[in-house]
């Protein structure tokens, strides 16, 4: 039979998301107390379903193909200029830059400045000042400008961040759908978790009726730093706007190579009802911005989303300063890793093949968790895995425009980029355990080209099994398949990803893969792609060194970005002292306690009233 406590524990923090079901519009509910003072905290009714945003198929002649057709050409006919927003004021840095089209390096779409050391010293100034603000706001106020924010992007604002998510960021139709798609969970569901984690209450046992325990969530006292990638709008926008949602003001350095999608991001959401200086838009310099925040005594906590050495050089920089601090701050960090898909001698080829070019090069490989090596037992290589999997990679397309429909993916996102890939095919070129089985070129002259590239990779102590390359290259390991434990103890011991998958039919491998994959990846799937995590579903997030595991799409996420406060309300005060295994009896104790109080006035009575002696 359950106890008392632990049916309290599961009676407040069940979750309703596994139903995939939770509350949008719940009421607030009132909390029962003797006290008739305002509620210091918020409860919510948990009472309608939400789902993941539905995607749109811009089938030809559709109402959304036609919507975005023309907000494809209002971002390509005009260069749009992204400011920098402090509180609400928009300021212009002296240097001027511009956002390229990845496949199309001589078109912009919009010019922008970084800030200066300065601008966001002041800008860490209005952050500060809002904060307080804005941590006073009560939660169902905060809950109606998220929803609001999830309607404007869901419907008017929608095409116009696609069409600048595909331009700017060089991704194809669908894959910016997603994106957005994203975007709109973020904003809908989070506000779901907000309303379970306001719902918990403090147990109260047996003291009922003597007090109230009761716990507010504030927000961190200071300022959040929200560092955010170019390879996804939906990730960037939710860096900034959680620990916003959660009480805190925050600056918000964009990718120069996402700046566009994300300030129409910062626009829906300020017509939404986002304060001014809540979110400020602060486009920089990494290392100027990086140097400014760390070094300032109320930085509250840095989100950040891109590699594992910036994600290092980040901490390095916090701890080096602990001792200057108001508080610890906060560090959540995603930085990638070395993902893999692991296929079994009883998996169904068509769908190891199948999954894996998709996780590998859609995008040109340029997601956290695109699949970057494949382990292949002997006996599905040569006849079953080896001529679809290069046959079907060779005929990909690789448009020079994002948006043709037809287009598998496109070029890389910038010049550093497809330098580092660059750097890496010549590498593979060179090194006697490598051998390029499709692939392996690319060009720069229009755009940052690199065609999808498989590798044969002899030895598993290559750099190539073990490097994240965020690049559409995968490397491709046949092992034997009387070597199965041993190469899953060392892939689980080279690859630390984010997520990993599993290819079988046999379900007593599928049992070993769950206990020898346990530690090294953040998510693990079995008989599907290692890409394509849904809000509230698969939560994503690793640890090791590819991040701190705070799993994006889930309450605990929000948990990070709150302070909570515990308030115990005592209505039946105590005036004893001692307790009743000390055996006195009222008297014994009324005496005790004059004597006390009489000592202690003749204490005073060597003093004047003026306090001399």
């Not at 030809?60 to 005009?78: C, D, F, I, P």
């Not at 010049?415 to 060179?430: C, G, S, T």
Request: proline content about 4%; overall charge neutral.
């Amino acid at each position: 039979m359950m106890s008392k406590v632990a049916h309290g524990i599961v009676s407040n923090m069940r979750s309703i998301l596994p139903r995939l079901g939770a509350s949008v519009k719940g009421g607030l509910v009132s909390c029962r107390s003797s006290s008739k003072r305002p509620e210091l905290s918020e409860h919510f009714t948990l009472d309608e379903m939400v789902a993941n945003e539905k995607l749109l198929q811009y089938d030809e002649g559709s109402k959304e193909r036609t919507e975005l057709e023309t907000a494809l050409l209002g971002v390509l006919n005009r260069v749009e200029h992204v400011p920098i927003v402090i509180n609400g004021q928009e300021f212009q840095a002296k240097e001027d830059f511009q956002q390229v089209l990845p496949y199309d390096i001589q078109q912009p779409i919009a010019h922008y400045g970084h800030a200066h050391r300065v601008l966001i010293q002041m800008a860490i100034d209005k952050s500060v000042e809002a904060q307080v603000k804005w941590d006073k706001v009560r939660l169902s106020d905060r809950i109606d400008i998220w929803e609001r924010a999830a309607m404007l992007i869901a419907g008017r604002y929608r095409y116009n961040i696609i069409a600048a998510t595909m331009l700017g960021q060089g991704k194809t139709l669908r894959q910016a759908e997603m994106d957005v798609a994203e975007l709109v969970d973020f904003m809908r569901i989070n506000p779901v978790f907000l309303r379970e984690l306001a719902n918990y209450e403090p147990i109260r046992g047996d003291t009922q009726q003597k007090c109230r325990n009761s716990m507010r969530l504030r927000g961190l006292s200071g300022f959040v730093a929200a560092i955010s990638p170019f390879n996804f709008t939906g990730i960037a926008a939710n860096l900034a706007y959680t620990p916003a949602l959660m009480g805190n003001s925050v600056l918000w350095k964009p990718s120069d190579s996402a700046i566009l999608s994300n300030y129409f991001v910062f626009k829906a959401l300020r017509e939404a009802g986002v304060p001014d200086g809540v979110v400020n838009f602060v486009p920089a310099e990494e290392t100027t911005f990086a140097s400014v925040v760390t070094q300032h005594p109320k930085l509250a906590g840095i989100n950040f989303t891109g590699t594992s050495t910036v994600l290092k050089v980040l901490w390095q920089l916090v701890a080096q300063n602990i001792n200057f601090y108001q508080n610890y701050p906060r560090l959540v960090g995603e930085g990638g890793g070395k993902n893999f898909h692991f296929v079994h001698s009883s998996a169904e080829p068509e769908t190891a093949v199948a999954c894996t070019i998709r996780a590998a090069f859609e995008y040109a490989g340029q997601k956290c968790s695109s699949c970057s090596m494949l382990y292949v037992p002997e006996s599905l290589w040569q006849n079953h895995i080896r001529e679809p999997l290069l046959g079907i990679t060779a005929s990909l397309v690789v448009r020079q425009d994002a948006t043709y429909c037809d287009s598998f993916c496109s070029a890389v996102i910038n010049r550093r980029a497809y330098d580092r890939i660059y750097m890496w095919l010549r590498y593979i070129d060179q090194s006697p355990s490598c051998q390029v089985l499709v692939g392996g070129s690319c060009d720069k002259q229009r755009g940052y080209y690199v065609d999808p590239t498989v590798v044969l990779v002899k030895d598993l102590d290559n750099i190539i099994c073990r490097e994240e390359l965020l690049a559409p290259i995968l490397g491709v390991y046949v092992y034997p398949d009387h070597k199965l434990k041993e190469t899953m103890d060392k892939v689980a011991q080279i690859n630390h990803g984010l997520t990993g998958s599993v290819f079988a039919q046999d379900q007593s491998f599928i049992e070993e893969a769950y206990d020898a994959f346990r530690v090294n990846v953040g998510n693990l799937n079995v008989n599907d792609k290692s890409t394509g995590l849904m809000v509230g579903q698969q939560p994503f997030g690793a640890g090791h060194m590819t991040g701190t595991s705070d799993k994006l799409g889930t309450p605990h996420s929000l948990l990070r970005w709150t302070s909570p406060q515990v308030i115990k309300e005592s209505y039946k005060t105590h005036r004893n002292i001692f307790y009743p295994y000390m055996q006195m009896n009222d008297q014994e104790q009324e005496f005790a306690q004059s004597d006390m109080v009489s000592q202690d006035e003749s204490s005073f009575g060597h003093f004047n009233s003026d306090g001399r002696q």
